[in-house]
């Protein structure tokens, strides 16, 4: 809590990054439906509907760390809490920031395999990529119900590697490499 209190500009800075790196996942999901549709329009549409899904979700989370915010405040209210009660209603929101996460994670896993299996089939993406993305799902969703079933879960963060070079290396080959158009021979 007292980290929160005197570094609160730092934490209402999560929050702004927080919004603006969802409507950036909304519009590149959607730049990725325009790209793989062609592909297979059902994938494309699936992998665009597993994000859908998953934003509400994260937004609705942001809405916890306006409560700790609120509670950390000198509102006239809350003076009827003692200071240890605060704490412990903060650290539940924390507690309960990080359950939500949790349920988040599983669609930002499951977006993946529809994704991994559009950039396998293109043939004009690198299948590694597509291969990498499509286990990255499911590192996800075990890493998620490891979290979830195990009280003691030890997460060495290797389970998600595959979805991080799917993902870091799909951004760098379309930064880098990019689309070639092929040419129709008339």
């Not at 994260?58 to 809405?63: F, R, W």
């Not at 004009?124 to 499911?138: A, N, S, V, Y």
């Not at 996800?140 to 060495?156: A, P």
Request: proline content about 2%; hydrophobic content about 55%; glycine content about 6%.
């Amino acid at each position: 809590m007292n980290n929160v209190s005197n570094y609160e500009w730092l934490f209402r800075f999560d929050i702004v990054i927080t919004i603006i790196m969802h409507i950036c996942f909304i519009l590149l999901s959607l730049a990725l439906y325009q790209l793989l549709k062609k592909v297979e329009k059902n994938f494309a549409l699936l992998m665009v509907i597993f994000v859908l899904i998953g934003i509400p979700i994260s937004y609705q989370l942001l809405i916890k760390k306006f409560d700790i915010l609120k509670l950390i405040s000198d509102v006239e209210y809350l003076k009827v809490f003692q200071k240890d009660q605060i704490q412990a209603q903060v650290m539940l929101l924390f507690s309960s920031y990080e359950s939500g996460f949790q349920i988040s994670q599983i669609f930002w896993g499951l977006w993946l395999f529809p994704f991994g299996y559009l950039v396998f089939k293109s043939g004009f993406l690198p299948k590694f990529l597509g291969i990498c993305l499509m286990l990255g799902c499911f590192g996800y969703l075990f890493d998620t119900l490891g979290r979830i079933v195990f009280i003691n879960y030890f997460n060495t963060r290797l389970i998600i590697l595959p979805a991080s070079i799917g993902e870091i290396g799909i951004c760098l080959w379309l930064l880098i490499a990019g689309i070639k158009e092929k040419k129709i021979q008339s």
